[in-house]
């Protein structure tokens, strides 16, 4: 084991979700174990001295904000990067204004830019709120702090420039998976 230095951690701090996007499942479920302790995490993290990028994902990974804000602080001494990906509803101005302090990059996944095929895509009527909490962010974050991300699936593909041209003129990078 002495030749195993990972150096990207993924975490994923919940399965739930308060969207009901179409491409997953994710929000039919609840978390039925219990919560891990911010500590544990933190140590662990301190401890994997190669580590230079904790990911962390869900579900919905700010329907914990707190958390997120713990391990940020714990790991605040260390050079590791957290990477973020939201779906943006729960991204609001404070929580932008507390993660601005530290070493961060958030993604947000964003489909389409057309406000009805969103309903379609999200199972919800989130598109005002994610755009205004993405405009917001992207006048506090730089563009090597949030960048855009957007699920690629046959409903998806005729939006997906649309996307690319919003994520250009916000002058932030635009990945497909």
């Not at 084991?1 to 701090?13: E, H, K, L, R």
């Not at 250009?168 to 990078?173: A, F, H």
């Amino acid at each position: 084991m002495s030749n195993y230095f990972p150096t990207n951690i993924y975490y994923m701090n919940t399965i739930q979700c308060n969207q009901k996007c179409t491409k997953c499942s994710h929000w039919k479920y609840l978390d039925k174990a219990p919560r891990l302790s911010t500590d544990k995490i933190v140590s662990a993290l301190k401890s994997i001295t190669s580590a230079k990028e904790l990911c962390i994902v869900g579900g919905e990974p700010l329907l914990f904000k707190n958390e997120i804000y713990e391990i940020l602080q714990g790991i605040s001494s260390t050079s590791i990067r957290t990477v973020i990906i939201t779906n943006g509803t729960p991204m609001d101005k404070d929580f932008i204004h507390t993660v601005s302090q530290y070493n961060i990059h958030i993604v947000v996944s964003i489909d389409t830019m057309d406000r009805e095929f969103w309903k379609f895509v999200r199972g919800t009527n989130s598109y005002d709120k994610v755009l205004q909490n993405f405009e917001y962010a992207t006048t506090k974050l730089t563009p090597a702090e949030i960048s855009i991300q957007s699920v690629l699936s046959k409903e998806t593909e005729p939006h997906i420039e649309s996307v690319r041209q919003y994520a250009q003129r916000k002058n932030v990078y635009h990945s497909v998976q």
